[in-house]
């Protein structure tokens, strides 16, 4: 049994619903999910960095609990601190994990989709967001600054994180056939892991011809590939179609 410790903002209700969807598929591994939750119901800059303060309190509650993987679930939270902050944050949660003389894999939603992309050979790619437009831009220089080339993008202006649990999949998919995506080499359809997307993706795949992802589907692949797990999930889109383990960069 592989344990899965989550970190999630308070008002998040996806990634404890999607995150065992698809890893529960997995053929041959199994899972539990133990999460530890930082107070946050609007998505702005002040709230995310008050939520961010209380990484380390969640960081300590899940080595408590011995987990063999941390997902760091909120990826605008650490991309609206500025380029390359998934690096630090990840180092900073490992040190903190290593003082307790553990070593976790480590994930982190805002590194999960950057990776995801570069396993997809993506660098040219289109996002939909639930974000308020300010938030948004964030997220399209954060990715940028990463070496990708975002050739158009969507933000929903929703602004309440409860309120983004329940955007309906028409309206996720109605964003991204407003999109340019001549060009693109990937489609992230949920650059959120509060936004559901998880039952969009075969479709979308179907519907656009292109790979197609979020970041719950880019964090499941990465959870697996910290575990050294198979890369094998049915119905969840190229990024976790039957592969061997891809090493970790």
Do not use: K
């Not at 993987?69 to 650490?78: D, E, G, M, P």
């Amino acid at each position: 049994m592989n344990r899965i410790g989550l970190v999630v903002p308070s008002s998040n209700v996806t990634v404890e619903t999607e995150m065992p969807a698809l890893l529960t598929r997995h053929p041959s591994a199994s899972f539990s999910f133990h999460a530890s939750r930082m107070r946050m119901h609007r998505v702005s800059a002040e709230e995310l960095a008050a939520m961010n303060a209380q990484r380390e309190r969640c960081v300590d509650e899940l080595a408590d609990a011995g987990v063999d993987a941390v997902l760091y679930a909120c990826l605008v939270a650490i991309m609206a601190q500025g380029p390359g902050e998934h690096r630090r944050v990840e180092e900073l949660v490992r040190a903190q994990t290593a003082a307790r003389g553990q070593d976790p894999a480590l994930v982190s939603s805002a590194g999960a989709l950057v990776d995801a992309l570069a396993a997809l050979s993506a660098r040219r790619i289109a996002l939909v967001t639930p974000y308020v437009r300010p938030l948004a831009e964030q997220v399209v220089a954060y990715l940028e600054a990463e070496g990708l080339e975002v050739v158009d993008w969507a933000a929903l202006e929703v602004a309440d994180n409860a309120e983004v649990g329940c955007i309906p999949g028409d309206r996720v998919l109605a964003a991204a056939r407003g999109l340019d995506l001549g060009g693109a080499d990937a489609l992230v359809i949920s650059a959120c892991v509060q936004m559901p997307s998880l039952p969009l993706i075969p479709r979308a795949e179907e519907e656009f011809g292109l790979p197609v992802l979020s970041a719950a589907t880019a964090g499941a692949f990465c959870l697996l590939r910290g575990l050294g797990l198979p890369i094998e999930l049915p119905d969840a889109g190229a990024l976790l179609r039957t592969r061997s383990t891809v090493p970790a960069r």
